[in-house]
């Protein structure tokens, strides 16, 4: 296996994009209008594809549809402002101009954990027609879209909460953010040191703690906005994969499973021993799996 690449290797594959007045770190492979589209979790950044996005980029990019992953503002490398919602529907704006501006004009979206409500809020504005970047498939991989379904760590309440949040953000350590992010794998004795230091390191970066608290409430945003973002997955009429590792302790399998009772014809992939992190735990598997569906709506061959 490969040794993961450090913080710095990282930074170094990527470039800042400013989009009003804000620095979005993104990193991207090849060229044309079409993009696979990444969508990065909480509280990671775009390094949790960092072994994805060469594999990707294998398939798409002799297809002329680049590969991109960005930083979601206050994550990893992006600015981290102090005077910032850090809303999710903000967020998808920033998503959504960031590919405006990098010229992509059709794109797959393929999300995970946080990232999966910036992608439902897409699809919401796209059942509006409101869509500057037309959407060929979407991918949902273990995010608690239904929040009422999943099970909440203590330290995500708590930090949610505004009046624990900030002492919670504060004490946070290095050894406290390794053992919290350990739990979520489905053997925790297989996560990367190396990885999870590389994580903690983004999540430091500029003083990243303290807005914790504040990004923490998009928990209570998939609550407030619960029937427009499944309301538009009820209506989404376009090829839609649920990639799913069932050993997560907090977006758990329920969760996929009403997803694909509730979005018309989506398809499921099921890790059976996997947890929070598949494109950590075992990143050529689950690459391969989004590549099959990928490949059986035609991605690599034009427009789906």
């Known amino acids: 296996m490969a040794k993961p690449p450090t913080f710095d290797e990282w930074r170094a594959r990527g470039r800042y994009v400013e989009i009003n007045g804000r620095r979005v770190f993104v990193v991207e492979q090849g060229e044309g209008p079409r993009a696979l589209v990444l969508l990065h979790g909480y509280p990671s950044f775009s390094y949790d594809f960092h072994a994805a996005v060469p594999r990707f980029a294998e398939h798409f990019v002799p297809k002329h549809c680049r590969v991109i992953a960005h930083d979601h503002l206050g994550f ?3 600015d981290k402002p102090s005077d910032y919602s850090y809303s999710l529907v903000d967020q998808a704006d920033f998503a959504l101009a960031l590919w405006r501006k990098l010229g992509v004009k059709s794109a797959h979206i393929l999300a995970h954990d946080y990232g999966t409500s910036v992608a439902t809020e897409i699809v919401a504005r796209a059942g509006f027609g409101i869509e500057p970047v037309t959407i060929e498939s979407l991918t949902l991989c273990n995010g608690s879209v239904h929040i009422e379904l999943a099970d909440l760590r203590v330290i995500q309440r708590l930090l949610a909460d505004p009046r624990t949040g900030p002492m919670v953000a504060k004490l946070t350590n290095r ?3 390794h053992q919290q ?10 996560a990367s040191d190396a990885e999870l230091g590389v994580l903690w390191e983004g999540l430091t970066r ?5 807005n914790l608290p504040t990004i923490s409430r998009y928990i209570h945003e998939r609550r407030r906005l619960w029937h427009r973002w499944i309301g538009g997955l009820t209506r989404w ?8 590792a069932k050993r997560d302790p907090v977006a758990v399998p329920a969760i996929a499973e ?10 499921p992939t099921w890790f ?6 598949p494109m950590l735990e075992d990143s050529a598997r689950w690459s391969d799996a989004a590549l099959a569906f990928f490949r059986n709506i035609g991605a690599f061959g034009g427009s789906a």
């Open 76 to 78: 990893g490398l992006s």
């Open 175 to 177: 050894h406290i953010f």
């Open 181 to 190: 992010m350990r739990r979520l794998w489905a053997d925790p004795a297989k």
């Open 206 to 210: 500029d003083d990243g703690r303290r």
């Open 237 to 244: 009429d376009r090829p839609t994969h649920i990639l799913w």
């Open 258 to 267: 009403q997803l694909l009772r509730e979005i018309p014809g989506a398809v």
């Open 272 to 277: 059976d021993d996997l947890g929070h992190y």
